[in-house]
């Protein structure tokens, strides 16, 4: 039996040691915690970069709409240049109708430079890409916004995990003092007649049950820890000390969310579906406007020049320059109804996203007023489970007077501590109720 004591002692005391070698300490409150997975959770950092990502997307769409200049230049030989055939009666009327000759019109060496531009005057794709670029950079923010809420409510919730899961593995730890104590107590009586074996052996098994369930909640802190190190992006080895471990208070300010009612623009999900729809709407407005013609005015400046002597061909001063303005109509005049169906598919893809919007401000009435009853009832059991416990506990404490005294039974006070110890279960497992309902509240109503 005291080599298991031994060993749960170990356990704990290894957990600290190790956690004191990896470097200094930080006391983190619940927002230093949540601060901290804004700056380092990958996830959040991906959704940061996706907002960067459109800006960029989004100048992109802006420089189709600027002039677009390129320059180009060609130096060729024509190692045969190509020969057209004429009828040679047509220069030399000497020359018999028919007589057909090949003459090469081009030389060996050609060279050209020109540099070519165009703007777009007018093109309604374009106009509503442009009009649409804010509601793009919104859509990759509200994203993110959700991402950044879904982090929060998985760090608020392994955050209390914690405290709770030490809250109570401090309580074992008093409880089993108590037994082990007893348990001495009893080795002695055991020696003058006192005590019978039996009783001896049921506190044993008090002990045994007192050092698995200490040993499985510490293991349970330590995995729950590396969670809520993991969900903030920070190593699951550094050491951290939790600080907002004041429960009665944060169940007593938690109630003030039941007064709060569902307004629905604070929740991301939300905005992202409006924003969702406004796209859908350019895109119909950009389907419809496709039927309109398109205006680019066009333009090219260059020199040429051509040589059958290669050694000639760089005096620049025979070149010839050239230049051309110009405008580019583009009438769309039949797509084989492909924009007629485009148009339809988009006016059901709005009606779609409108039906989203509903529904979703169905589903969050829904999770809002769940979440309240929820909220409500594990409060309510909260302080019924509070009552217990402390009765529980004077129950305990009665049952080993009486023991002490020898007017109780070693069977009594082993009731009155499965008893104590049951209470203290369901005093726990109201108060993750309550961090779980309160976290889904926050969500629903988007106060993450």
């Given amino acids: 039996m005291r080599r298991i004591y031994i060993a749960l002692i170990t356990l704990l005391a290894a ?18 915690c949540m601060d901290y997975a804004m700056k380092h959770n990958y996830s959040v950092k991906n959704a940061q970069l996706d907002v960067l990502i459109q800006n960029a997307q989004n100048n992109q769409t ?22 057209s055939f004429l009828d040679a009666s047509t220069f030399d009327r ?3 109708p028919g007589t057909i000759v090949p003459i090469a019109f081009s030389l060996h060496y050609a060279a050209s430079a020109s540099v070519s531009a165009s703007q777009i005057l007018f093109d309604p794709s374009v106009a509503i890409a442009l009009q649409a670029r804010t509601a793009l950079v919104d859509l990759s923010k509200q994203t993110g916004k959700v991402t950044e809420a879904t982090v929060k409510y998985n760090v ?4 209390y995990s914690i405290i709770v899961a030490k809250n109570q593995l401090e309580i074992l730890k008093t409880s089993m003092e108590i037994v082990r104590s007893m348990e001495h107590e009893m080795d002695v009586m055991k020696q003058t007649g006192v005590v019978e074996q039996i009783d001896v052996e049921r506190n044993s098994v008090q002990v045994n049950n007192l ?7 510490a293991n349970l802190v330590t995995l729950t820890e590396q969670v809520l190190k993991y969900q903030m992006g920070m190593d699951i080895n550094a050491p951290v000390v939790l600080t907002d471990n004041n429960l ?27 924003t969702g729809l406004k796209l859908n709407e350019y895109n119909l407005k950009r389907y419809k406007m496709a039927a309109l013609p398109s205006l680019i005015a066009v333009g090219s400046f260059g020199y040429n020049y051509g040589e059958n002597n290669f050694g000639k061909l760089f005096g620049f001063s025979n070149y010839k320059d050239y230049s051309l303005v110009g405008l580019q109509l583009n009438v769309p005049i039949f797509s084989g109804l492909k924009r007629t169906n485009q148009v339809k598919e988009t006016q059901y893809n709005i009606e779609k996203a409108k039906n989203n919007i509903e529904n979703l401000k169905l589903g969050l009435d829904f999770q809002t007023s769940q979440s309240k009853t929820s909220l409500r009832n594990a409060i309510i059991q909260y302080q019924s489970q509070k009552r217990n416990v402390t009765l529980a506990e004077s129950v305990l404490d009665l049952a080993r007077k009486k023991y002490k005294a020898g007017v109780g039974s070693n069977q009594e006070v082993t009731l009155a501590q499965t008893e104590q110890l049951r209470a203290q279960n369901s005093y726990f497992s109201t108060l993750i109720d309550i961090i779980n309902a309160e976290a889904d509240l926050k969500k629903a109503l988007g106060q993450l």
């Fill in 15 to 32: 957990g600290s040691a190790a956690r004191a070698q990896d470097g200094a300490t930080k006391n983190m409150s619940l927002q230093d």
């Fill in 156 to 159: 608020m919730k392994s955050y």
């Fill in 62 to 83: 802006v420089s189709i709409a600027l002039p677009q200049i390129s320059g180009k230049a060609d130096l060729n030989y024509f190692i045969a240049p190509q020969s």
């Fill in 248 to 274: 009665d208070a944060h169940i007593a300010s938690s109630t003030t969310l039941l007064n709060e009612e569902q307004t629905y623009v604070k929740v991301p999900e939300y905005s992202l579906t409006l």
């Fill in 211 to 217: 050092v698995n369930d200490s040993i499985k909640i």
């Fill in 94 to 96: 000497t020359i018999p």
